[in-house]
């Protein structure tokens, strides 16, 4: 009778389990990897009473395929399987998956097993038995990560979307040979060069050479070595342990630590001192670093791109900069064109800033007036696309109706403008001032002078057609 009892029970029991499990709502997906099925099916149902839904697996390639099929978010893998040891196939699943946790079981655990299967990326290592009461808890802390690395893929994913060689706007010959240099390096582990004036896009070929490499779902780090005293550069770039100078109350990462695993950008490189050179050079040659105040090595695994508008190899061989730094720089060197050798890409890109900032300032009906683009023809562009950038940001605001207005240029565009052709006497007027000014650099006593006009009829005039000063 009692054993009746029990069996009922132990019915009633399960049947409310099943209600509960029904209704719970599903958290995501576990792989179960473990060849003893008892103990696969009884982890399985324990799970699946927290709204998980579990898939089992009794050999590592069978796991790895199920992986690869299914939207996983945790593993756990005994350890001692048929065909694989769970600790070492950690690696392949996060070769697979990366944002996959990964939570190893074992009957006989080991400190070494442990410290191995973390070292391999697995989110915990625990001994069959002392499970009961942490797996459950430990699941929902794996599933956070897992969530968690799954939005930032996601988001590094559409990052990467808009830093792809095809966002880079330009058909001319000199842009689609630098695209296709950039393209085939972009595979490997290489340093690249890259070399160009100011405001050519070396920062765009950086961005596109690391998202479109193995290194993609890692981070890229861009840092402008301009921007620093040598001293605080060399903080930047290694970090500094607590201590190491007044101020330094903990330890600081470096941008090399936060690049570790993707792509370190040093633009402007022509600007670091002699001696963060050399220490940089030893990152180049074996991936290893001291922080600031600190004596131990640190290793990393960084691709290392630079950019400059220097002759770096000039420099190199006056001794301004270390020649043995270059020839490590400059394995591989790319050349990106100044605008004004690339004429035939400027009115492809003016359209591409007139749009992005008509968006932006929601006035999606605006034009582009054909003089504009034969005054930027003849322009020089010395500071190049970010220049045309800069210039077509400032014509939207000043522009008023659809067209953009020719007379919110810059004054430096003045004298490209052709004359109007009805010869208005006022509008020949406003240019000649607007050519004087710039020739004197916006000195109004000197342009009263060179006009022979008085200076308050100048500033009468500045007013009455709307002048824009320097």
């Keep these: 009778m009692n054993d009746q009892l029990s069996i009922g029970f132990r019915r009633f029991v ?20 473990d060849d003893e099925k008892k103990i696969s099916s009884l982890l399985s149902r324990i799970i699946e009473l927290e709204g998980f839904k579990t898939l089992q697996a009794a050999t590592g390639k069978e796991g790895l395929k199920l992986l690869k099929n299914n939207d996983v978010s945790i593993v756990i893998s005994d350890v001692k399987l048929p065909d694989v040891n769970g600790v070492a196939m950690v690696k392949d699943i996060k070769l697979l998956k990366p944002y996959v946790e990964v939570i190893n079981l074992t009957a006989y655990g080991t400190i070494s097993d442990g410290v191995l299967a973390i070292k391999n990326g697995a989110f915990d290592y625990l001994v069959k038995g002392d499970d009961n009461d942490k797996i459950i808890p430990l699941l929902y802390k794996a599933i956070d990560k ?41 595979q490997t582990d290489t340093t690249v060069l890259l070399l160009g004036e100011t405001g050519t896009g070396k920062e765009v070929f950086a961005q596109s050479i690391h ?25 930047e770039l290694f970090g500094y342990k607590a201590g190491a100078f007044t101020g330094a109350n903990k330890d600081k990462k470096g941008l090399l630590e936060e690049a570790n695993g993707g792509t370190l950008f040093l633009d402007e490189i022509g600007e670091m001192n002699l001696d963060l050179q050399a220490k940089l050079l030893r990152v180049l040659e074996n991936q290893s670093f001291i922080k600031v105040g600190d004596t131990h090595t640190q290793q990393v695994n960084v691709r290392i791109l630079a950019a400059t ?20 720089l400059s ?15 400027i009115p492809l890109l003016a359209k591409h800033y007139l749009n992005e900032f008509a968006i932006k300032s929601n006035r999606l ?82 342009t009263s002078r060179l006009l022979g006009i008085g200076l308050t009829t100048l500033y009468r005039k500045i007013e009455e057609y709307g002048i824009m000063e320097l």
Excluded at 309 to 328: H, I, Q, T, V
Aim: proline share 4%; with cysteine; aromatic share 8%.
């Design 14 to 33: 399960i049947f409310i389990l099943n209600i509960v499990a029904y209704f719970k709502p599903m958290n995501g997906i576990i792989l179960i990897i």
């Design 146 to 186: 897992a969530n968690l690395q799954q939005r930032v893929l996601e988001l590094s994913q559409k990052i990467a979307g808009k830093h792809h060689f095809n966002t880079i706007i330009g058909q001319s010959k000199k842009l689609l040979e630098a695209i296709d240099l950039a393209k085939r390096v972009s």
């Design 211 to 235: 998202y479109e490499s193995p290194r993609t779902a890692k981070p890229f780090v861009a840092l402008n070595c301009s921007g620093f005293s040598p001293d605080l550069l060399e903080s």
């Design 309 to 328: 508008n220097k002759d770096l190899k000039a420099d190199a061989e006056s001794g301004k900069f270390r020649s043995d730094l270059y020839y490590r």
């Design 331 to 345: 394995v591989f060197t790319i050349m990106l064109p100044p605008l004004r050798e690339r004429k035939a890409d």
């Design 365 to 446: 009906q605006l034009h582009l007036d054909d003089k504009i683009l034969e005054i930027f023809e003849k322009y020089q562009w010395r500071g190049n696309i970010r220049e045309l950038k800069n210039v077509m940001e400032r014509l939207v605001i000043l522009s008023d109706g659809k067209e953009l207005n020719l007379s919110a240029l810059p004054p430096e565009f003045f004298e490209f403008a052709p004359l109007q052709n009805n010869f208005n006497l006022q509008q020949v007027e406003k240019q000649h001032i607007q050519k004087v000014l710039l020739h004197t650099k916006g000195n109004k006593t000197e």
